[in-house]
């Protein structure tokens, strides 16, 4: 996994529920409220709160940019905050869900790297009467944006969906008088493949039949070096490609190089507003980007933890997304990069 990458919402969880069910073998926990709304506790009222934030991998940056803007609102709400790294591994997340509930944490941010397995991380705490709030990311297979896991408290990401629609628009005034269009896609498997490209393609569609082409589409597996590579084969094969939308930052940045050195005039649209995102849209090697802000994301989850447990947020989850403008050179200032 690499910087790119924001999420690991993959509908296939089989091995991951195995390693979940070994991880959490064996553990009991004391039956309590379950998911309903029930009255703040005493330790919510008053006194302290203690927030377990269960992320995916910290040495990636848009989970690490999450960690960070988690932790300086905690500390201005006076929140401890316990921050652990699950690195990437199921097993690992499930583990230390298991160990915040078994400290009696007042509630749960859950980063979840898989929608299957974390339905049941969310069900242990649930049991616990432990309320968890999800961040950049689902719980359940096959749940979408407005449908969320009803034993949560809140869901917290980006429009994915809606992300696809920008960069179609951005589209649409990038290569006005139509032609061909490339889709980079991330690494098989991955949602993300479905979710940021279905109104990419409706707003190429709705400009009119025939207008817009899109010859190609190849992984280009979060990075920088395939998304380079993906660019460069598809150049070969249709050269009058006129533009590119890379669904991450990362890969898009690679393509850049590869329509450089082909001597190709397309245009390139990434997501993910990350430092080497904006960077190529100043330089003018990338056209336009969806900027993403993670920071942001970590803070809004604790105070919207903080305001759960203080009996301010009620009712059944619902999903809530931030602001993700689309960028170009015109409005590039205007996203500061936050990974």
């Known amino acids: 996994m690499n910087g790119s990458i924001r999420g690991r919402r993959v509908r296939t969880a089989g091995v991951a529920v195995a390693l979940l069910v070994a991880a959490t073998a064996g553990c009991t926990v004391t039956t309590a409220s379950g998911s309903g709304a029930a009255a703040p506790s005493a330790e919510a009222k008053g006194a302290s709160l203690t927030i377990g934030l269960a992320n995916q991998q910290e040495s990636v940056t ?42 009696k944490v007042s509630g749960i941010l859950l980063v979840p790297l898989s929608p299957g397995p974390a339905q049941a991380l969310v069900d242990q705490a649930d049991t616990a009467g ?17 449908d969320p896991y009803q034993k949560l408290r809140f ?22 008088s139509g032609g061909q269009v490339a889709v980079i896609a991330g690494a098989p498997g991955f949602v993300e493949n479905t979710t940021r490209v279905t109104r990419f393609k409706a707003a190429l569609a709705k400009a009119g ?3 817009y082409k899109i010859v190609a589409t190849q992984p280009g597996n979060w990075t920088k070096q395939d998304g380079q590579s993906a660019c460069q084969n598809i150049l070969a094969a249709s050269p009058k490609v006129g533009l590119f939308y890379a669904i991450s930052d990362d890969m898009a940045v690679g393509c850049a190089s590869a329509v450089k050195s082909a001597g190709s005039h397309a245009r390139i649209i990434g997501v993910g507003g990350s430092k080497s995102g904006i960077a190529a849209i100043k330089s003018g090697a990338v056209y336009g980007t969806v900027c993403d802000k993670p920071y942001d994301e970590g803070a809004m989850a604790v105070q919207m933890m ?27 200032s205007t996203c500061t990069p936050q990974w």
């Open 62 to 103: 848009f989970p690490a940019a999450i960690a960070k803007g988690a932790k300086d609102r905690a500390a201005k709400l006076g929140v401890k905050l316990i921050d652990l790294d699950s690195q990437g591994d199921q097993a690992k997340q499930a583990s230390q869900v298991q160990d915040l509930v078994a400290q």
């Open 130 to 146: 432990i309320p968890v709030g999800t961040v950049h990311g689902y719980v359940g297979a096959d749940r979408q944006a407005d």
């Open 155 to 176: 869901v917290l990401d980006e429009n994915e969906l809606g992300a696809g629609a920008t960069a179609g628009q951005m589209a649409l005034k990038a290569l006005p």
């Open 209 to 211: 039949a025939g207008k």
């Open 306 to 332: 903080h305001d759960t447990l203080t009996g301010k947020l009620t009712g059944p989850a619902k999903t809530t997304f931030y602001d993700t403008p689309g960028i170009t050179s015109a409005n590039v």
